[in-house]
């Protein structure tokens, strides 16, 4: 059993298969499946809990193009806290509401999300991990 300390986006959603070594997940409320780090401890078709946590996403503007991330979905910017170092960025979408941990950094390539805004938030395959929903 996992417990996590601090804020994490939690989903629930399916495993509807596995590609290139990774889970593929389909998160409830989206129509795309996404990449996730596999756990071989879930079956495919098995109902599953997946976790995110906010500083292991990166906001991009819409309409950029986009590099490298295995996990893409478009948001829009509810609210943002200033917390010094980082600003927590909220958001939501079609699969729910997510947390974002922003480094406040001011230079090129860095988006300054501000409440109203449409960004897309992306993610690498290892940092969204997959868990058996509980209760199934």
Known sequence: RSEFIGK????SGNMIGREN??????????EEACLARDNPDIEVGDPVLV??????????????HINGYTGLLDGRVSEV???????MVFLQSACGDFTVAS???????VIQAMPGSAVK?????????VFPLPGS
């Open 103 to 109: 480094q406040n950094r001011s230079c090129k390539g």
């Open 21 to 30: 070594g990774c889970a593929l997940i389909r998160i409830e409320g989206c």
């Open 51 to 64: 976790v995110l946590r906010p500083e292991k996403i990166e906001l991009v503007p819409e309409g950029s």
């Open 8 to 11: 994490t986006n939690r989903m």
């Open 81 to 87: 806290i200033f917390t010094g170092e980082k600003s």
């Open 121 to 129: 938030m992306g993610w690498n395959a290892a940092d969204m991990l």
